[in-house]
């Protein structure tokens, strides 16, 4: 409980300050609760500095990587968990490799290879940039949970003439829904939140997404508090309600496995 209410303190007096008038965030008096609350930081962001269009951008991008996440990310989990073949651990040792490496390291030659293939500044580039440094997790978690489907169902299936194709998409994958789950909320949550690639590949305003947004309340003669606050609220809310929507699967998903029968 006392590790829980440290780590609300800050979220609490993010929301408390994102509705106080810049009279009170400015004065040196500190009051708990807002004297005169006022929505006029959340108006602001929308109205000067297009609130909106972050939220189009990272929420369209979040999600697609979600959905390519799981599109590649779960048939290369299943063959990596049921299929034996030259080079497979090496190959997931790789998969492996690739996750500890980090981001920085290989985010400019990922930007000089973009630059050349044109896809700075694009949807496509960011997409794609975020698929390949979430999906080595995607993959490493998907393959625990296929490892704990039990492999006689596979084969019960294939005896009564079911592909390999149909194994995966009617026999595992439904059984693993709250794997998929937490693996789809890790996702969206580390691509939602992820300033790195962002600031590096968006080359353009229309592709801009929210953390790289939060930076443009720092302005040349001081930080416009108010609005920042608004609108770190305004990112913070979206992936709450992901997180609320999904927490019996999320749940389901990161302890299924730890108790071998």
């Given at each position: 409980i006392a590790v829980v209410i440290v780590m609300l303190i800050p979220i609490v007096w993010l929301g408390l300050t994102s509705i106080r008038p810049i009279v009170e965030i400015s004065s040196v008096r500190l009051n708990i609760l807002p004297q005169n609350p006022t929505l006029q930081n959340y108006i602001t962001v929308f109205e000067r500095y297009d609130m909106g269009m972050y939220l189009k951008t990272t929420t369209?991008?979040?999600?697609?990587?979600?959905?390519?996440?799981?599109?590649?990310?779960?048939?290369?989990?299943?063959?990596?968990?049921?299929?034996?073949?030259?080079?497979?651990?090496?190959?997931?040792?790789?998969?492996?490799?690739?996750?500890?490496?980090?981001?920085?390291?290989?985010?400019?030659?990922?930007?000089?290879?973009?630059?050349?293939?044109?896809?700075?500044?694009?949807?496509?580039?960011?997409?794609?940039?975020?698929?390949?440094?979430?999906?080595?997790?995607?993959?490493?978690?998907?393959?625990?949970?296929?490892?704990?489907?039990?492999?006689?169902?596979?084969?019960?299936?294939?005896v009564d003439g079911a592909s390999t194709l149909r194994v995966l998409f009617e026999i595992a994958l439904p059984l693993i829904q709250p794997g998929l789950a937490a693996t789809a909320v890790l996702a969206f949550l580390w691509t939602w939140n992820d300033l790195l690639v962002t600031l590096v590949l968006s080359t353009k305003t229309q592709t801009e997404m929210l953390p790289l947004g939060l930076t443009k309340f720092v302005l040349e003669y001081g930080v416009d508090w108010g609005s920042m606050t608004a609108a770190g609220m305004i990112m913070f809310i979206p992936t709450l309600l992901f997180v609320f929507i999904a927490q019996r699967y999320l749940i389901q998903g990161l302890t299924m496995g730890g108790v071998k029968d």
């Open positions: 369209l991008v979040s999600l697609a990587v979600v959905v390519t996440n799981l599109l590649i990310g779960a048939p290369a989990a299943y063959a990596l968990a049921r299929y034996s073949f030259f080079g497979g651990r090496a190959l997931y040792g790789s998969i492996i490799f690739f996750r500890m490496i980090p981001p920085i390291a290989a985010i400019v030659p990922l930007f000089m290879l973009f630059e050349q293939v044109r896809l700075l500044g694009t949807f496509s580039g960011l997409i794609i940039a975020h698929t390949a440094f979430k999906l080595p997790v995607t993959i490493w978690l998907l393959r625990n949970f296929f490892l704990d489907v039990p492999r006689d169902l596979d084969d019960s299936a294939r």
